[in-house]
């Protein structure tokens, strides 16, 4: 048991799932598990265990953020002995060819939070970085589910504040990032820390140019791509 989550020593699986909001670490557990058990309740930050054709997966609720995401992950990593944390989140596309709904693989997070600065007392500026073997893994599965324009591979940026009217995103954009959101960074980096795996994966829920978006209970339920992606991963991860 750790301080943020109450499980016992075994109940969770080495392959987790990542989700922010706790609701939707229900709603995948609840979809696509079999004999399943919650193991945390704590701040309401659900987490599950259950079997996906047969393999143990988990699903823990990191919330808003890098810090809390990289509490999570710290003691997943630290105290269970997790091996691949696979975060599957909304993001916001910040490029005209990333279209919503399209998924996003963060392969890098750029980030302006301190919290990786820090890390190394302001040393350098942190690459943080997606697991190779685990993004190839998901990459492919997602290309026998979606048409390769609706998957996007690269850079990706880990904002500190959502509502961020300073932050010129149109330079980011023309620099390649290709989506914001506000945690893969924080998780990233403490996976380097731990030497374990890491990805982020990305629904694009709203544009930053179109203005186009969708409804909290759609990103709640309804990314179903994303989710069976990540759960054909954590499968095969586990299989191979």
């Not at 269970?80 to 696979?86: L, S």
């Not at 300073?166 to 980011?172: A, I, N």
Request: aromatic fraction near 8%.
């Amino acid at each position: 048991m750790s301080i943020h989550i109450a499980a016992q020593e075994g109940q969770i699986a080495e392959v987790v799932l990542f989700p922010g909001d706790p609701l939707r670490a229900q709603y995948i557990a609840e979809t696509f598990l079999e004999n399943v058990t919650r193991y945390n309740t704590v701040r309401n930050m659900f987490g599950f265990t259950g079997t996906y054709k047969g393999v143990p997966v988990s699903v823990q609720g990191s919330g808003m953020g890098i810090p809390s995401a990289m509490i999570y992950a710290e003691e997943l990593y630290q105290s269970y002995g997790v091996k691949t944390i696979i975060r599957i989140g909304t993001a916001g596309g910040m490029k005209e060819s990333v279209k919503v709904r399209d998924i996003v693989f963060g392969q890098g997070a750029t980030t302006d939070s301190s919290c990786l600065t820090n890390i190394f007392n302001g040393q350098v500026s942190f690459a943080a970085l997606a697991d190779f073997k685990v993004l190839d893994t998901a990459y492919h599965l997602a290309a026998e589910k979606l048409p390769k324009e609706n998957i996007h591979v690269g850079n990706i940026l880990s904002s500190d504040r959502f509502y961020n009217e300073e932050m010129d995103k149109g330079k980011l954009a023309r620099y390649g990032v290709l989506a914001v959101e506000m945690e893969a960074a924080g998780l990233y980096a403490v996976a380097a820390k731990h030497n374990r795996q890491a990805l982020a994966m990305c629904t694009i829920s709203d544009h930053l140019i179109t203005g186009e978006e969708t409804t909290a209970e759609e990103r709640q339920t309804t990314f179903t791509q994303m989710m069976e992606v990540a759960l054909g991963t954590a499968y095969a991860l586990q299989s191979k």
